[in-house]
């Protein structure tokens, strides 16, 4: 089991950028998969994007492609979320998520019900 702490979140406007850190401990780092998921009030909790343990691999929803980059640093046990040109849409509590059970393809990992820990999450506002 690993423990996750996101941080990074906060008020911006739309158009602007944020970047997401979630720092893993008490586990094999290098050896997990990872995931950015993020739930608006009222809605289910969604992938966002996520990363093979090597971040080799990507995957990303369709209405953050070419705006967020996921990517990790195994030395530092840290996973990222790099998001530019938010939108209001974009508001949510962003959590990570890491899976250290061997699978198939990365888009497989779209589903939250792959992951075995989570972080506590970690608050985007995006002002209109």
């Known amino acids: 089991q690993v423990q996750l702490v996101e941080s990074g979140g906060g008020l911006v406007q739309a158009g602007g950028s944020l970047r997401l850190s979630c720092a893993a401990s008490?586990?094999?780092?290098?050896?997990?998969?990872m995931g950015w998921f993020r739930q608006a009030p009222g809605k289910e909790r969604d992938i966002v994007a996520a990363?093979?343990?090597?971040?080799?691999?990507?995957y990303y929803t369709d209405s953050v492609k070419g705006r967020f980059t996921i990517s990790r640093d195994n030395a530092e046990n840290t996973v990222y979320l790099q998001m530019n040109s938010l939108k209001p849409e974009d508001t949510a509590v962003y959590y990570c998520?890491?899976?250290?059970?061997?699978?198939?393809?990365?888009?497989?990992?779209?589903?939250?019900?792959?992951?075995?820990?989570w972080g506590q999450g970690t608050q985007v506002t995006v002002s209109s």
């Open positions: 008490g586990g094999t780092f290098s050896r997990k998969a």
């Open positions: 998520a890491a899976r250290g059970r061997s699978y198939g393809a990365i888009s497989a990992l779209r589903s939250r019900y792959e992951y075995d820990d």
């Open positions: 990363i093979s343990w090597s971040g080799g691999s990507t």
